[in-house]
């Protein structure tokens, strides 16, 4: 029986593609190992949103020439698509595909052929459709858009990921029915720009959430991965209003909490303009959690401007943030902008803000202290089980093994090393 590793960097999109992979692998006969351990194929799903993901495929890629040099190397994705003149001349790599034939990868190691695909500059994709079947996890994602028109000045995912184009609406209804179906009762709805699923296509997000909802029978919570401020629409609010199935969680990037900033970055948004849409869904949901993505060190951020910044997160209040450095990429528009900020500077900032995001979450989930929450259980160690709340928030319970995949009502008793501890409720499936 032939083995198979995978590497999986970067964002949920990538997270779903490879567990089609590894789901189709192994419906082939194929058994999956460790990324560590020796391997007949390895798959690198890379990224390059950033320098130091794609430091970290280049890493993954001689990590798996050292484990086995006669192995089949598969590498795949967004940094295929960016920097493939550094890659096709890389006699190790077997298989090298970017943003499209993603759909062929699995047969193509079946059949053990070598192919690089010639990497286009056209942004114009069709959505591939990547089958996925149960995995071991307790929720699935499920990847229902893709590329992005949205051309942010530091991003490079425009040109890594191509056009916007969407799946439709028949086939996520039917893949997440057996998804469930599979005991998968959490679906996280998965893309580059959700918030444009459907675009140009007679279809919005909202219709989807609504078929889903209605139409898949054992469907307990459905999360969004994250959307942008700008899509959050009355009608995404009404919706989750009507239907406690939507998970009271929005992840939101803000970026930076500086108008001028915004601005140098082509953020379709103002901090007053983001406030006021937070306000509101706060109006609407009091105990919602609202986190954020944060940029410090974006090209001319100034002590003042990064300053500004701290000050909008805290008055924003955020349940926790995601804090990355700016990392400078070829080809887009900020790469040819002027003072870029010393690399120390923006270590110490980010030290700043991931301070502040600790501080932000130990307040938001001290709310929660003593209220009782609906916990998908997904973990199991050291005589405790751990899961997630509609809210986010990961929830251990002392006390035997119990079934993953299941529903439980825990009263959270504490807070303590960051995380909350409960007892149990109610056992039954909510």
Known sequence: MKTFAIATLGCKVNTFESESYIASLKQKGYQEVDFKEVADIYIINTCSVTNTAASKSRQKIHQAQRMNPDAMICVVGCYVQTDADSLESMPAIDVLIGAKNKSKLVDIIDSSNQFKEQIEESRDLDFEFLPLSSTDKTRAFLKIQDGCDQFCSYCIIPFARGNERSASLDSLVTMAQDLVASNHHEIVLSGIHIGRYGKGEGMDLVDLMKRLIEQVSGLKRLR???????????????????SDIIARHLHIPIQSGCNTVLQRMNRPYTVEQYTQRVQEIRRRFPKISISTDVIVGFAGESDEEFEETVRTMRRLQFSFLHVFPYSLRKDTVAASMDHHVDPSIKKQRVAQLSELSKTLKSMYEMQFVNQEVWVLFDSYQSGKVTGFSSEYIAVSVLMDKRPLSQWYKVRITYRA?????????QEEEK
Request: hydrophobic share 45%; net charge negative.
């Open 417 to 425: 090393n960051h995380r909350c501890f409960g007892e149990l409720v």
């Open 224 to 242: 969004l991965s994250s959307i942008e401020i700008t899509e959050i629409t009355d009608d995404l609010l009404d919706l989750m209003a009507s």
